[in-house]
């Protein structure tokens, strides 16, 4: 799906970047230093190389995790058999779709509110086959049926309405579309309340406590509504084998959402 198609190019560029939304810097310069205290902002040559970090990134066990779901994904994929297009919203830097677009002939759309992440990703995944916008998503034109697979990759937790976000998305699949929440956290209501304080507890230790604000727990119920299956359960038994054996894998769900 090239820029054209998806009528982009009627939107003004920054640095590659397309501008969809009007540009609001007040959770991005909160989001870039809270990023920046958690050693979060990596150069180009890491960036290229993401999910599988090197020996020098500061949070490389994460990372590690992170490289199985992004397997457990290109697998499934690779599967279809088929050129896809393909939306990563909340795409941050673009390391998601710049490591499949070396693998596959897809297209891609990154989508963030995350300028100087989004120029960053433009920067190093220079391909005509990746897209780069800044959108949110609940103000922005992008023509229904557009994606075949829509993925929200640890970036759930910033959207205050996931039932919200979920109706906004499904009209942007076709018919056999398919929506993946990967590696982002899905609670209890019990959980989640404990989750909430520990968030808070986090950011207070850091200085940055403003951004509990931005950082949503939810829970299981708000997917009630949807038709959704779990692909990865990292408390099923055959996973609780696997870390008793020391085979550390996400914590989080994988979950695919259909219409």
Not at 72 to 100: A, T
Request: charged fraction near 25%; include cysteine.
């Amino acid at each position: 799906m090239s820029a054209e198609l998806l009528n982009l190019t009627k939107y003004p560029l920054n640095d590659g970047v397309y501008i969809l939304s009007t540009i609001n810097d007040n959770f991005e310069n909160t989001y870039l230093k809270v990023r920046e205290k958690e050693k979060r902002i990596y150069s180009d040559n890491e960036l290229r190389v993401l999910p599988f970090a090197s020996g020098s990134n500061p949070h490389k066990n994460e990372w590690d995790l992170r490289a199985k779901s992004f397997l457990r994904f290109k697998k499934h994929i690779k599967i279809k058999n088929r050129k896809l297009n393909l939306l990563d919203l909340g795409c941050g830097n673009g390391w998601f779709c710049g490591q499949l677009s070396k693998s596959f002939d897809h297209n891609f759309l990154c989508a963030d509110v995350n300028l100087n992440e989004l120029k960053q990703g433009r920067r190093v995944f220079n391909s005509e086959r990746i897209n780069f916008i800044y959108a949110d998503i609940f103000n922005s034109e992008i023509p229904q049926a557009s994606f075949d697979i829509i993925t929200v990759n640890a970036a759930v937790q910033y959207f205050p309405d996931l039932s919200k976000l979920l109706n906004k998305l499904l009209p942007l699949i076709g018919d056999n579309g398919e929506i993946h929440l990967i590696d982002s956290p899905i609670y209890s209501i019990s959980e989640s309340k404990k989750k909430k304080k520990r968030t808070m507890d986090y950011y207070s230790s850091i200085g940055f406590s403003e951004m509990a604000d931005n950082y949503y727990h939810h829970t299981w119920d708000e997917l009630s509504a949807f038709k959704f299956e779990i692909l990865y359960k990292p408390d099923s038994l055959k996973n609780k084998i696997k870390q008793s054996f020391f085979q550390k894998d996400s914590p989080f769900p994988w979950i695919k959402i259909t219409r």
